[in-house]
């Protein structure tokens, strides 16, 4: 039994990371709107050109995700301990910055492993038995079993409860 984990979104805060990004780069916000925005539908950002457009150099820019990517983990993270089925990360995005944040961030200390994709429906793995995601468009694509899992709404608490409602997980006491 493999359970595929979302990074940001789910087990990472992206709106903090955004928001430390902002504080530290001037222009951060309205750039990455913009660059937001121009994306086609379900392409993938790119810091690449931001930082162009910044006038940031990208390695630098890259190091400074990965140093304040530290503390933007949510603060429930060490319940993921609790389940106890093998954990995968499965992220979309370009694959230098997707690494940047997860390995920054610590997260590596709770889950078995990761992969980054980029591709339109391409988290479906088939080794993947449950997949966790906050994006609908992600869920959609995947074969096996599903849950939405909005933090505007939702917690690790209760998605153990969830999964242990479908007898996937023995709740681990201490
Ligand atoms: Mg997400």
């Known amino acids: 039994m493999k359970l595929g984990l979302d990074f940001d979104g789910v087990l990472f805060n992206s709106k903090l990371l955004k928001k430390k990004l902002d504080e530290k780069y001037d222009c951060f916000r309205d750039s990455y709107q913009e660059h937001k925005d121009n994306c086609l539908y379900n ?3 790119d810091y690449r050109s931001q930082c162009e457009e910044m006038g940031v150099n990208s390695k630098e820019f890259l ?6 990517s530290k503390n933007c983990l949510y603060d429930d993270i060490e319940r993921l301990n609790d389940i ?8 979309r995005g370009k694959r230098d910055f997707q690494r940047a ?8 200390e709770y889950v078995d492993d990761y ?4 591709g ?3 988290k479906n793995f088939e080794d993947i038995d449950i997949l966790i995601d906050d994006t609908l468009d992600e869920l959609y694509g995947f074969n096996g079993r599903k849950i939405h899992f ?17 007898n996937y997980v023995e709740t681990k006491f201490h």
Do not use: P
């Open 43 to 45: 392409s993938i950002y």
């Open 63 to 68: 190091k400074t995700v990965r140093d304040i």
């Open 84 to 91: 106890d089925i093998e954990k995968i990360i499965i992220t």
């Open 101 to 108: 944040k997860i390995e920054g961030s610590g997260i590596m």
């Open 115 to 118: 992969r980054i994709v980029d």
């Open 120 to 122: 339109y429906y391409s």
């Open 150 to 166: 909005d933090r505007e709404e939702a917690d690790l608490d209760l998605l153990i409860t969830t999964l242990e409602s479908f």
